[in-house]
Structures are given as structure tokens and as C-alpha cells.
């Protein structure tokens, strides 16, 4: 039998061989695909075809269809004359018809299919919650080296009055840092945070030498990071982060009359002045560091323009992070939480520059991350996963008083891990709360369980939903307009593709 006659019985009409060539116009790649079939299998019977169910279809511009598998957000674009084909393919599968055409699996629509993840041979594998999401193991551990800051923004999250005034013991740090190396199996990144951590720099240079030797002695690699107001650089810390290959992170939210609304000192004063100076001092930091903004009512609408400028300060790279309603905004009424339509306006707004080609020169991760996750099932940003984020599994924070955070935003007290104090950080990360955290995925969520972009969205960040059980509303509008957005765009050019090619 050939798959042309299989294809004929289905679809009650002859099919020709160049029938099934060019009809899939775009797909997802998938890593991981059915079980792998071949060496030490011999003649055995190879397993049956399954192409994964349920799936949703949905009618794009230009008469395509978009076909997808909302649980594994394995997906393709067919072409009008090929959606025939495609659910006749599928179909077949499911009732053993493929299984005895020699060579289909190099017929171009199979090989498009299970490429993409909506076919393969059984077993399929299992996504959304899978036991492998729940074992990954520990990648970063964020140490909050210090609890001051010479800055006050209005929305400081990490401001504590408790601990305001301490600096991470060194001992402390250490055996935080042999405790992580413990729960990491290749790589552990360490990144520096606070309070403002370059204010600790003696500390950060002295557990920096100890993690080199720790990892070496537990035949680990580590590396480094550390995010900063960018106002504490000196040469010596310059010198010593870009000898370290630190990944350096420079929080700045915009162009003065947006980044000194919010990002003032004790005394009302915006700190946009003295990170240009820092940038114009030490040039290096343009080709070396990132930054990383935090969108508010301030910027929400202006995200694009705070792009352009950091693109045209000569960084590569310009991250984005949502305002969390802790610290100094916890109960705070001075509207600086964005409003959904500014957000959802703002990263549509970014979107559209990055496909009209005028970010080619800069990872612009608020886009990067979302597309990722379409374009491929690896999900690399630790908060945007299905199967459940990053906390607790690969991140932990260390605060500056020894308590074990499954993440540095959680601050919900019911699910802290636990304190140094009490237990090691393996104990934390294996512990009742961490087994709770681990269980949230956008499958416990009744809300996202019947969503279309469920396994590129994971749900939204836990911290900032409130609650383990809660969905954050804005993000979730943010997180369904950008995938539509995405898909309506991969529909009609291929630009995105390109650009996260330019930037993989
Ligand atoms: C808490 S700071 C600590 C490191 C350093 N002092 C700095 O400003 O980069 C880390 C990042 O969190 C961001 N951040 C502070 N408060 C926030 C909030 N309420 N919501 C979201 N991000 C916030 C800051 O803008 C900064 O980019
Ligand atoms: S956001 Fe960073 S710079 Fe601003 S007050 Fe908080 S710790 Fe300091
Ligand atoms: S948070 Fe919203 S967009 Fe994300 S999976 Fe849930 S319902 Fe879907």
C-alpha cells in the first residue's frame, strides 16, 4: 500500500504524489519527538503510528489553518489546499494505516508532521506535567548578597525593613553555594542580587574565588551574574566582572523623564544620569551588559521607544520585568501597576518593531522569550514553561538572612522553603512546600487547562498571580494577545523566524 492510496480511501478522491509536497507552510520543532526507534530494536515490528489528540484548527489569514496541540503546542500552518491531507494523515495514523507503507516516514508531509511533534510512533511522549519537569535539577541560585540600596525607587520589591541593613555572612554564602553545587548535575549559575549587590563587592569577589574552587572540586562548571542599579561601578569592579565573565544586568527604565519617575534616590533624585555616566566611563559595560527594565504605568505604553533608546546607548541585549505588587508597591495606591491595555499595547507595540527588522542588533528578550516557546518546545525562560516555572526545580534564592526562596519574587510567607538554619538547600528543594510549588502547572489551573497557548504560556508567575491556585489577569491577557500576535504574524512572513535565528 502507498500512502497516496491510504490518502485516497480517507479523502474519497486520487491523491498525486506532488499533492503532498509544500502544503505545510510553517511548523514548530520539536526536540522531542516519539521514543527513538532503531539500534538494538533488530527486526522487531516497529511501533505503530499516533498522532496526538486533541487538536484545535483555526482559520488564518490567506485561508491557512493553523493546527495545533494546545497540550504540547506542537503546531503547524497548512496551506488551504493541503488541510485535506494533513487531517487525512493524522487520521490515518490513529487507525493503523501508516503502519505498513514502506518508507513513509520520508514522505515530505509525514516527515513535516513529525517534526513538528503532532505525529510520531508510539510512545508519544509524555508533556505538560511530566516526571522529567518535575526532576530538573537546580541551575541557578540567586543570593541576595545585601539587604541596602544607595537608590529608594518608588516600587522596590526587595526593600525590607528586617533586614534592610544586613550583608550576607561570607560563611553563610559558602555553604550555600556547596549546597547548590550539590543539587546542580553539570551547571550552577550563581547570580549576585539585593539590594544593590556591587555594594557588597568584597563579598562578591571573595565567594566568586570560592565557587571557582567548589565547583572544581565537585567537577561542576559555574558561572556568574549579577544584576545592578548601575550606579556603583568602579574600574576595579569593571575590571574584575569582565575578567570573571559575569553576565551583567543593568536595571534602567528608559530615558530620563520615564526612569527618573520612579528610579530616585533617598531624595527624590533620578538615578538615569549616573548610569549614563557609568556606560560613557566604562564602555566595555555597552558591549557587555543587558538591561533590564521594569515595566510599570510609567513605560508600559512607551516599551518600544525604551528599546530603541537602550539599542541606540549600543547594548545588546534589553530585557523586561512586570511590576510586582511587593516591598515598597506591596498595598502601595500610586498606580504604578500597568494597566492591562497599556501592557498588552506596549509588547504589541515591541513586537511590531522587532518584525519590521528594527531590533536586528539586539536580543530583545520580552519578544525572544515568547517566540522561543512558539518556535520550539524547549521553553528556556524559567517562567513562561509548561509542566510548571522554574521555582524551586532549577531556581533558588537565598535571601540575605538565610531564608531558602523558591524564587526571588515569591514572597507569599506560606511558601517560603525554609531557612539555612533548619536545613540544607537540597532538604529545601525536596521539601513539602517545594513539592506543592512543583505541582502547580497550567494543568492544576482551571482556567488555563482549556486554553489554546497553555504550553507556551505555563500559566503566569505564581508570585505575581498571589497564590499558587491564581493566574495573574493582566498577564494572562498579555500572554494570549502576544502568542495570537505571533501566530498571525509567523502566518504572514517569516520574519520573526529570522530574527530568533539571529538571535538563537
Ligand atoms: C530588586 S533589584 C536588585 C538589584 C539592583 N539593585 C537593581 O536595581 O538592579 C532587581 C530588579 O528588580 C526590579 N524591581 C524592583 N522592584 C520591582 C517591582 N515592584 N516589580 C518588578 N520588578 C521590580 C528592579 O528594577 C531591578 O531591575
Ligand atoms: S530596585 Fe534595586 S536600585 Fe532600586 S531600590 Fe531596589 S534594590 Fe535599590
Ligand atoms: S494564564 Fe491565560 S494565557 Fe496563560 S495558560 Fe492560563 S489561560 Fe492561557
Redesign the pocket.
Known sequence: MSLESVLETTLERTVSENELDGLILKASRARSKSAPYGAGQGQAKKPSWHARKPLRLLKMELGNTLVLHPQTGAWTIVAPEGLGQVQAILRASDEGLLDDIPDVENRPLVKSLVSCGLLGRAPMPAFGVSDVAKQRPLRLMILKIVGY?NLA?R????YDDATYHRTLDVQLGKRAIEEALACTTLSLSILF?????LLAFDEIRVLTAFARQAARRAGKDVNFSV???GTCFTGEIVDFLVTEEFAI?I?LDGPSHLNDLVRIDRRGRGCHAAVEASLERYPVLRRTAGV?T?VTSVNARELRRVAEYVRDLGIRSFNA???????R?AGSSDGLSPSPEDLIAGYLDLLAGVESGAFDDIQIWPVLYYLRNVLTDARPNACLRNGGCGAARELVSVTVNGTVESCDCVRLPDLSLGSMADSTIGEALHGQVAGLIKSRSECSLPRCSACLYRAFCGGTCFARAGGLDKVNESECRLSRAVFGEIFKSLNRSSRLERYAQLHS
Open positions: 540600596c525607587c516600587y522596590c520589591y526587595d542580587h539585593g539590594g544593590e549587590p544584576q545592578t542599579n544586568g536595571s533590564l521594569t520585568a512586570l511590576f510586582l505588587r511587593e516591598g508597591a
